[in-house]
């Protein structure tokens, strides 16, 4: 059964500061892995989506890495700010959608 | 991309009562998903409903406790029956209208009392 853990479970950070979020699973045959921002109290928000056939991918400050015979994928988060803080949370694909329990941010201004 | 709506946004419910919550996506989609997700924990999918047939239930999810219904391509309802503390959660649906990037509503915070 796929496991999904992220690293560390939560961030504090000054504001300006580059940052990774970590991700690993322990299968590598999935499909895609997904990148989502949850607010407190709040639905999830697509951040970035990563087909099993790519590397990575961009939008704006993020930048999503995926290296499945690793089983890992990372989220950099470039120049952040405090509207950053937020709980991220990876999703991995395979027959099923499996959560990560998510890193909390908080971005220090 | 999509749109998904859920009503309530929130609610406070007597142990013993059953809540509907209804999500409506402003597309059509073959597969909507339910989710729970217990304070302080990460999503648990609770079932996968198809229009016009059954809802597809996880393990540890029954029909009886969550019935699901599925009228058309854009909408779906999740009842919690039979509520107990237990269940306080935020429930959220989500939905994939095209592609494999999944979108989901804003949640139904729940608090059973």
């Known amino acids: 059964k796929q496991e999904v853990t992220q690293i560390p479970a939560a961030l504090s950070v000054p504001e300006g500061e580059n940052l990774v979020l970590n991700c690993s699973f322990t299968?590598?045959?999935?499909?895609?892995l997904q990148w989502f921002r949850q607010d407190p109290g709040k639905g999830l928000t697509s951040l970035l989506l990563?087909?099993?056939?790519?590397r990575e991918q961009t939008s704006g400050r993020l930048n999503a890495s995926l290296d499945k015979s690793s089983g890992r994928s990372t989220l950099y988060i470039a120049a952040s700010q405090p509207g950053d803080s937020a709980t991220y949370l990876c999703?991995?694909?395979?027959?099923?959608?499996?959560f990560g329990a998510g890193t909390r941010l908080t971005v220090k201004p | 991309s999509a749109v998904i709506s859920q009503k309530p946004s929130r609610d406070i419910c007597q142990r013993g009562t059953s809540l509907t919550i209804q999500c409506q996506v402003d597309?059509?989609?073959?597969?909507m998903f339910w989710y729970r997700q217990q304070p302080g924990q990460s999503l648990t999918l609770i079932a996968t409903?198809?229009?016009?047939?059954?809802?597809?239930?996880e393990s540890g999810f029954v029909i009886d406790k969550f019935p699901i219904s599925r009228p058309n391509l854009t909408f779906s309802t999740l009842t919690v029956s039979n509520m107990s503390p237990e269940d306080s959660s935020i429930y959220l649906c989500?939905?994939?209208?095209?592609?494999?990037?999944?979108?989901f509503g804003p949640g139904t915070r729940l608090t059973v009392l």
């Open positions: 989500s939905a994939r209208p095209g592609g494999n990037e999944q979108f």
């Open positions: 299968d590598s045959a999935i499909y895609n």
């Open positions: 990563i087909q099993s056939s790519q």
């Open positions: 999703a991995v694909e395979d027959n099923d959608m499996r």
């Open positions: 597309s059509q989609v073959t597969m």
């Open positions: 409903a198809n229009q016009g047939s059954e809802a597809t239930y």
